[in-house]
């Protein structure tokens, strides 16, 4: 068996409004916490111990997750008083684990999607006699991400941070945000203050002649760290693109929750999501969009690539593209919300405040 520790203690800072009550694993994601897709997928490779690593509205996280046992896991949770980065927060778990010196401890960032095929990644981890194995993905655009260049082996050669020239692209393999560490090396970690994996923790490894594996899986990869993204990975569980054992329900172009309500002649597409308890009225239109418990869309409105927040009213014939808005909020009829505009928590938009010219 082997245990792992999963990394939810980030602010999601860029995720906010979504992130102001809800710490960020925890936001929905095809209908239920995004968590719940990384716990099942951790069981279903034979993760049976987990300990999450938990800071931010960190008391949300036991309460609804309990001891894991619905999920068929034993969780454990660890609070860090003061943020501790990555590898601080590794670190400050490493007395719950339960692993020998020798033995794989799987390791996941809680803001990822992905397909990542985790027994691969712990047997490529075991048959290399790595000290850390890391999942790599390779991109079109790696200049937002840390490079990882490796050699034929796939054994690491550098980490290289966010190059921006041509020179500096010598590849286009980037840390995907799972790891395999002997369990051993967890214990190199100073304890007790801010450390960062990327970079520290590893480039230090490095240095020093550790052995560094590098395993590129191509599949399904998904950094679920901005509004557009998280709604995108959400209809992407949905329409089956993602995978996920969790998904509660069928996949298809839509997912309604029991509880919610949607008129007969509105239309959900491009793997929508209706929250319990939320409401969609005649006429509207949903396409790839996330409308979280207790929403409201009222008649003709239309909604694409966007989320609606727990407890949110979008007014009639409003129309919603790439716009996220927050919990509670109010948006009166006939307003036009476009191309990543955000709408805090609790604010009230009259009707016919925000509209777009047609040469627009």
């Given at each position: 068996m082997t245990e792992a520790i999963l990394l939810v203690g980030g602010k999601g800072t860029r995720l906010r409004p979504l992130t102001?009550?809800?710490?960020?694993?925890?936001?929905?994601?095809?209908?239920?916490?995004?968590?719940?897709?990384?716990?099942?997928r951790a069981r279903a490779a034979?993760?049976?111990?987990?300990?999450?690593?938990?800071?931010?509205?960190?008391?949300?996280?036991?309460?609804?997750?309990?001891?894991?046992?619905e999920l068929g896991l034993h969780l454990e949770y660890v609070t860090e008083e003061e943020p501790l980065g990555t590898g601080g927060a590794i670190r400050n778990v490493a007395s719950r684990l339960h692993s020998a010196p020798e033995d794989p401890v799987l390791i996941f960032n809680g803001?990822?999607?992905?397909?990542?095929?985790?027994?691969?990644?712990v047997t490529t981890h075991e048959t290399s006699g790595a000290d850390v194995s890391?999942?790599?993905?390779?991109?079109?655009?790696?200049?937002?991400?840390?490079?990882?260049?490796?050699?034929?082996?796939?054994?690491?050669?550098?980490?290289?941070e966010k190059p921006q020239t041509p020179e500096e692209i010598v590849t286009d393999q980037i840390?995907?945000?799972?790891?395999?560490?002997?369990?051993?090396?967890?214990?190199?970690?100073?304890?007790?203050?801010?450390?960062?994996?990327?970079?520290?923790?590893f480039p230090e490894l490095l240095a020093s002649g550790a052995h560094l594996q590098g395993m590129v899986d191509s599949t399904y990869w998904l950094d679920l760290g901005t509004p557009q993204a998280f709604v995108r990975g959400s209809a992407?569980?949905?329409?089956?693109?993602?995978?996920?054992?969790?998904?509660?329900?069928?996949?298809?172009?839509?997912?309604?929750?029991?509880?919610a309500e949607v008129a007969p002649d509105a239309k959900l597409t491009?793997?929508?999501?209706?929250?319990?308890?939320?409401?969609v009225g005649a006429g509207a239109r949903i396409s790839g969009s996330t409308v979280l418990e207790g929403a409201v869309v009222e008649p003709g409105a239309v909604v694409t690539d966007s989320l609606i927040g727990a407890g949110a009213r979008i007014g009639a014939r409003t129309v919603l593209a790439g716009a996220v808005v927050g919990d509670g909020a109010r948006i009166g009829a006939d307003n036009e919300l476009r191309d990543g505009v955000r709408v805090w928590c609790g604010a009230e938009l009259a009707d016919g405040a925000v509209r777009f010219s047609s040469d627009q």
């Amino acid at each position: 068996m082997t245990e792992a520790i999963l990394l939810v203690g980030g602010k999601g800072t860029r995720l906010r409004p979504l992130t102001v009550h809800t710490p960020k694993p925890m936001v929905p994601a095809a209908g239920v916490p995004f968590l719940t897709h990384q716990l099942a997928r951790a069981r279903a490779a034979g993760v049976e111990h987990i300990v999450l690593a938990t800071s931010y509205l960190a008391e949300v996280f036991e309460p609804y997750f309990g001891d894991g046992s619905e999920l068929g896991l034993h969780l454990e949770y660890v609070t860090e008083e003061e943020p501790l980065g990555t590898g601080g927060a590794i670190r400050n778990v490493a007395s719950r684990l339960h692993s020998a010196p020798e033995d794989p401890v799987l390791i996941f960032n809680g803001d990822i999607l992905t397909g990542l095929d985790i027994p691969a990644l712990v047997t490529t981890h075991e048959t290399s006699g790595a000290d850390v194995s890391l999942h790599l993905t390779r991109v079109d655009d790696p200049r937002a991400y840390g490079l990882v260049p490796t050699d034929d082996t796939g054994r690491v050669q550098a980490f290289l941070e966010k190059p921006q020239t041509p020179e500096e692209i010598v590849t286009d393999q980037i840390n995907a945000g799972a790891y395999v560490f002997r369990r051993s090396v967890i214990d190199t970690i100073p304890a007790g203050r801010p450390v960062s994996v990327e970079r520290e923790t590893f480039p230090e490894l490095l240095a020093s002649g550790a052995h560094l594996q590098g395993m590129v899986d191509s599949t399904y990869w998904l950094d679920l760290g901005t509004p557009q993204a998280f709604v995108r990975g959400s209809a992407d569980l949905v329409l089956g693109r993602a995978p996920s054992p969790a998904v509660p329900g069928r996949r298809g172009e839509r997912l309604v929750l029991p509880t919610a309500e949607v008129a007969p002649d509105a239309k959900l597409t491009g793997g929508t999501v209706v929250g319990a308890g939320a409401r969609v009225g005649a006429g509207a239109r949903i396409s790839g969009s996330t409308v979280l418990e207790g929403a409201v869309v009222e008649p003709g409105a239309v909604v694409t690539d966007s989320l609606i927040g727990a407890g949110a009213r979008i007014g009639a014939r409003t129309v919603l593209a790439g716009a996220v808005v927050g919990d509670g909020a109010r948006i009166g009829a006939d307003n036009e919300l476009r191309d990543g505009v955000r709408v805090w928590c609790g604010a009230e938009l009259a009707d016919g405040a925000v509209r777009f010219s047609s040469d627009q």
